[in-house]
């Protein structure tokens, strides 16, 4: 009973493809950390034109780049305290006590990640990752704010292009 009810656990609370903290999860856990005052950056992550992948080279194609991206997530230095895939294409990662520079380097490699889609005859289409980030502090109230602050600096990401990133100001830009 207990394996069971472990395993119903696990999969309420993870994707199931890359087996990263799905979004409600991600969200208990996020707000759990900001109420003991963390403080560091969100970066939102989408994979470009991920949707024609899916269209063109087919499931099987699309969950492998899935699964390579998050395994390259897990290898980032430093490493983020907490991952989630929110929804198809859309990644979050929370990096503790980095500032400006540290999470733009991060932004930069992630966006310029070597993913490629394969498909099963063997065709490879490169991939890019546009990256919103948002700096916060122990006032961020709340993980659905950060998270819209994320989708708004993720949106003007992809605005500037195909693996472009784009640092969150407060001001709405």
Not at 33 to 38: Q, R, S
Not at 42 to 47: F, K
Not at 62 to 89: C, K, Q, W, Y
Not at 124 to 139: E, H, K, N
Request: proline share 3%.
């Amino acid at each position: 009973y207990r394996q069971v009810e472990r395993s119903l656990m696990l999969r309420a609370e993870h994707d199931s493809v890359t087996g990263l903290y799905n979004r409600r999860a991600f969200k208990r856990e996020l707000d759990a950390m900001l109420a003991h005052g963390l403080q560091g950056a969100l970066l939102l992550c989408e994979i470009d034109e991920f949707h024609a992948v899916n269209a063109s080279a087919g499931h099987d194609c699309r969950e492998r780049a899935l699964v390579a991206f998050a395994r390259h997530v897990g290898n980032l230095s430093p490493g983020p305290a907490l991952t989630a895939r929110l929804g198809g294409d859309d990644f979050a990662l929370i990096f503790p006590d980095i500032g400006p520079a540290e999470a733009d380097a991060l932004a930069r490699g992630l966006s310029r990640v070597a993913l490629h889609a394969t498909s099963d005859d063997g065709v490879r289409d490169p991939l890019s990752v546009s990256v919103g980030i948002v700096l916060f502090d122990g006032l961020a109230g709340g993980a659905d704010n950060l998270l819209a602050d994320g989708e708004i600096a993720l949106a003007q990401a992809r605005a500037k292009g195909h693996g472009a990133w784009h640092l969150y100001s407060g001001d709405g830009s």
